[in-house]
Every structure is written in structure tokens, then in C-alpha cells.
């Protein structure tokens, strides 16, 4: 099985999307990251929901997660609002590394190394040209798991 034939439609944003319209992308479909998109419509990053969280929790409560068990529920519920006049660009770790690309000709364990080898919970699939990336779609690792114990199952 090849990537090409793996890769499934996906919700994806670009780098200048609100960062609420994206966390409330990533709840309602319970999705595990995003693929985030340039201004060409290339893929630029993995936006993981646990990248997203962290985005929700003051940087003094990260440094000291014991402040977390002190502030109160009514002060909690106003975590989203740090994604507020947010892009998703502004969300992205600093250093994001580019998201993975598999080539449509790779075979299922190829893209499992690579996943592993990043520790990303999606891949791209994309074909690359002179002109730019066209995105084919996108792997998840569930749903790679899945395809790899049905093949291995029969």
C-alpha cells in the first residue's frame, strides 16, 4: 500500500487563521494537530492540540505546575481567551520544524518510519515539483495503525 492511496482529505489552516476558529477545529473533530498551510497553500507546520494547550496555560503555571492546583475554576474557564486577536502563526513553537512530507510512491512503512521518526501524529502527502508542493492529503497515525493491523490481520 502506498501513501497515495492512504491519504485522506483533512481539516487544515492556513498560517494567518484565527487561532480560536483552529481550536475549535481541532475540539469539534477531535483531531489530533492540524496542517497548517502558507500563503501558497504549501504545507508549513503540524499544529498538535497538546501545542495548542500549551498556547492555553500561563507561562507561570507551566514553569510551576503547583499554582495550577490554587487558581479557581472561574479564573480556568478564561484560559481561551489567550488564543483571542490570535493567528495561528502565533500559536506555532518558534523553532516549528516543517511538517512531514511523504511521497505518494512510499510504502505504509515508510511513512510509519518517518512518523516515528518524528513523533508527528500526521504526515503530509504531497508531490513535490519545481512549482511548488501539491498537497495530496494526509496520514494520520490512527489511521495508519488501523490500515497496517487490517493488512496484518488478513
Do not use: F, W
Not at 473533530?29 to 492540524?34: A, F, Y
Not at 479557581?72 to 481567551?81: P, Q, W
Not at 506555532?92 to 511521497?103: C, E, G, N, S
Amino acid at each position: 500500500m502506498r501513501a497515495r492511496d492512504l491519504a485522506v482529505d483533512y481539516e487544515s489552516v492556513n498560517v494567518d487563521s484565527d487561532a480560536v476558529a483552529a481550536a475549535r477545529l481541532m475540539a469539534e473533530h477531535k483531531l489530533p494537530g492540524l496542517l497548517v498551510l502558507d500563503e501558497r497553500g504549501e504545507p508549513r507546520a503540524i499544529l498538535p492540540a497538546s501545542q495548542m494547550v500549551k498556547v492555553l496555560v500561563p507561562e507561570y503555571v507551566i514553569e510551576d505546575p503547583t499554582l495550577a492546583a490554587v487558581v479557581d475554576e472561574r479564573h480556568a474557564d478564561r484560559l481561551c481567551r489567550a488564543l483571542a486577536g490570535r493567528s495561528v502563526s502565533d500559536c506555532l513553537p518558534r523553532d516549528a520544524p516543517p511538517p512531514p512530507i511523504a511521497d505518494p510512491d512510499d510504502t505504509a512503512l515508510e511513512v510509519a518510519a518517518l512518523m516515528a521518526r518524528v513523533r508527528s501524529p500526521l504526515v503530509a502527502v504531497a508531490e513535490k515539483s519545481k512549482g511548488g508542493t501539491r498537497l495530496l492529503g494526509v496520514i494520520t497515525a490512527s489511521h495508519l495503525l488501523n490500515e497496517l493491523l487490517e493488512t496484518s490481520a488478513g
